[in-house]
């Protein structure tokens, strides 16, 4: 997303920020030594752990490990999205996103006065549950539900009267909005050209996005019609893929959100919030997807799903496994509870109250329990045959997790059901995932010197010291000259190198914006968060150091491979080559 906006735009945005002025007036910070430190607004602490470095422009707690930039920093705090909070911080700082770009055009332009109008079809659905002939009926249906005015007003709950054209009646009045209403999908078109309302004599839930507008609406039939719930269609505003009702309700209700519950209802949301439980969103009417889960978690750490106990239930919850087990990194968590036959969160928690739904979310079965005991059921776990034939079911699971601790503690796990020992199951896994998921030819490593030990330490410490003085990156170098050395993460270095040689006046949190989308980015991040042990004054000769020391070792690997290559098989080049190469070393 980041792409869709010029990235000189970006630069600069962060150029003009100061992070510390920016946390400061949400946070208030207090100076201590080159930093400024606060209690973590991210989690709840009584001792400060939480640094904010006005050098690197960059924010890290060391309590829970939340860390950023300034864009990250809005997008955590405001619970915003990336282009939400470009837009935001350019405002703050009095810039304009360059016309052309997707924010400035197709998403700022082109969808406000949707939005408006959305707003309106929402002012007009709550109006008619007021003052409608009908409107009564509706009410009377709420309060059957145990559903009180009070929760109904803060969801924005209206009624869709009956009619064919009541809204485009209203809303078409004095204006033709009747192509913008079709385009929000209220309205649809006829063959004949002509439109009529979509929903009819229902009760209308407004579906919000992380900002509080209106996108799209739920409306749920008063009596037993079908369909039940009728949901908006997709439209440019609205995305049941990666909306979740009740979300932004929650985050208004939380500035701290430790969990989210996911229900399957509209009603499951709004009755669990009427009890304070105030932290439930529901899926509109599809299963959990990634796009869900990745919104969830730049939320909170952990997620809930709530199930049906019955066969649909688990059979939904298997469908939420697959889709989740891709984005669990370490420090995420995910639960599975499923409740009472004939039982859904509405239902259960009028019958048992809050502290009693809440103990059973609190022991809902972590993903991974889940997991392996839905599978050890399909086998004979008394014998080697059925331990055998869990390995081969858990396997392709396995192989969906991204690596990290939470996948090395699954297979952990995995080694101790089966009895097996853990060092060898995981290299029959990644030999096995290797074996199936490769089709690249295979990968001759260049020769390693005697070095090689050393040399990700090297990178790593030239990365390092570079990322938290980027000027050192002015420093007359030839970054290609590493290009074939064989060393990890030397691509990552040469990258950063040609970058800030073009790029001069960037700050450590303009380069980690660089690569906020890729998967280096939490890799870089995390070094920023290290201490930097070497002086101000000694960085610019460590750096020129390792450089030194990274074309060393780059010689010498470059001398074994001409030297364990047979003469007869040498270019004039390589002979050339080899000479100099030779020479350089001895000194000559």
């Given at each position: 997303m980041a792409g869709k906006i010029p990235q000189q735009f970006i630069d600069e945005l962060l150029a003009r920020v100061d992070i510390v002025d920016l946390i400061d007036a949400s946070v208030p910070l207090k100076k201590a030594g080159r930093n400024h430190s606060a209690c973590c607004p991210f989690h709840d602490e009584k001792t400060p752990s939480f640094t904010v470095s006005q050098?690197?422009?960059?924010?890290?707690?060391?309590?829970?490990?939340?860390?950023?930039?300034?864009?990250?920093?809005?997008?955590?705090?405001?619970?915003?999205?990336?282009?939400?909070?470009?837009?935001?911080?350019?405002?703050?700082?009095?810039?304009?996103?360059?016309?052309?770009?997707?924010?400035?055009?197709?998403?700022?332009n082109d969808s406000k006065p949707l939005y408006e109008l959305m707003q309106q079809v929402a002012n007009f659905y709550r109006q008619q549950l007021k003052e409608h002939p009908r409107g009564s009926e509706a009410i009377n249906y709420l309060k059957v539900r145990s559903l009180n005015g009070e929760t109904a007003a803060e969801f924005g709950l209206g009624y869709a009267p009956p009619g064919w054209d009541t809204l485009q009646k209203k809303l078409c009045r004095d204006n033709d909005n009747t192509q913008a209403l079709s385009t929000t999908g209220m309205l649809i078109k006829k063959d004949n050209g002509g439109h009529y309302d979509r929903f009819r004599e229902r009760i209308m839930f407004p579906i919000r996005d992380s900002r509080g507008r209106v996108i799209g609406f739920g409306g749920r039939v008063l009596d037993d019609g079908t369909p039940k719930y009728l949901n908006s269609p997709e439209t440019p505003l609205f995305h049941k893929g990666q909306a979740l009702y009740g979300l932004f309700e929650a985050r208004q209700a939380n500035r701290n959100i430790s969990r989210l519950l996911i229900v399957e209802g509209y009603m499951d949301v709004v009755m669990l919030a009427q009890h304070d439980i105030r932290y439930a969103v529901a899926t509109l009417g599809t299963a959990t997807t990634a796009e869900h889960l990745e919104l969830m978690f730049r939320t909170t750490s952990e997620v809930v799903f709530c199930f049906d106990g019955d066969r649909a239930g688990r059979e939904a919850a298997n469908r939420a496994l697959e889709n989740t087990l891709p984005v669990m990194q370490a420090g995420r968590q995910a639960r599975f509870l499923f409740l009472p036959d004939g039982e859904d969160p509405d239902s259960l928690v009028q019958k048992e109250g809050k502290a009693a739904l809440e103990t059973r979310i609190s022991a809902a079965a972590p993903l991974s329990t889940h997991l392996y005991e839905h599978l050890a059921k399909q086998v004979d776990m008394s014998s080697i045959d059925g331990q055998a034939r869990l390995v081969e079911l858990i396997r392709p699971h396995l192989n969906k997790l991204p690596?990290?601790?939470?996948?090395?503690?699954?297979?952990?796990?995995?080694?101790?059901?089966?009895?097996?020992?853990?060092?060898?199951?995981?290299?029959?896994?990644?030999?096995?995932?290797?074996?199936?998921?490769?089709?690249?030819?295979?990968?001759?490593?260049?020769?390693?010197?005697?070095?090689?030990?050393?040399?990700?330490?090297?990178?790593?410490?030239?990365?390092?010291?570079?990322?938290?003085?980027?000027?050192?990156?002015?420093?007359?170098?030839?970054?290609?000259?590493?290009?074939?050395?064989?060393?990890?993460?030397?691509?990552?270095?040469?990258?950063?190198?040609?970058?800030?040689?073009?790029?001069?006046?960037?700050?450590?949190?303009?380069?980690?914006?660089?690569?906020?989308?890729?998967?280096?980015?939490?890799?870089?991040?995390?070094?920023?968060?290290q201490e930097n042990l070497v002086p101000n004054e000694h960085q610019e000769q460590e750096f020129y150091d390792l450089l030194q020391q990274l074309h060393r070792q780059h010689r010498t690997q470059r001398i074994e491979f001409l030297c364990n290559k047979p003469t007869t098989e040498h270019s004039d080049a390589e002979k050339l080559e080899l000479q100099r190469l030779l020479k350089e070393k001895s000194g000559i």
């Open positions: 050098d690197k422009q960059f924010y890290h707690c060391f309590g829970c490990g939340a860390h950023g930039t300034a864009i990250g920093f809005l997008m955590e705090y405001e619970r915003l999205d990336f282009l939400d909070a470009v837009r935001d911080l350019a405002a703050h700082v009095g810039m304009e996103i360059p016309q052309g770009s997707y924010s400035a055009n197709s998403a700022q690596s990290g601790v939470f996948k090395h503690m699954m297979i952990t796990r995995l080694a101790g059901l089966v009895r097996m020992e853990e060092r060898s199951l995981s290299h029959l896994l990644s030999n096995n995932e290797r074996g199936t998921a490769n089709t690249a030819p295979p990968h001759n490593p260049r020769p390693r010197g005697n070095n090689q030990s050393k040399q990700p330490s090297l990178v790593r410490q030239a990365i390092t010291l570079l990322l938290n003085t980027p000027s050192l990156g002015q420093l007359k170098t030839e970054p290609q000259r590493f290009a074939s050395l064989n060393a990890p993460g030397i691509t990552l270095l040469i990258e950063l190198l040609e970058m800030l040689r073009t790029s001069p006046h960037l700050t450590t949190g303009a380069v980690l914006e660089r690569w906020r989308e890729r998967e280096e980015g939490r890799y870089l991040a995390k070094l920023v968060r």
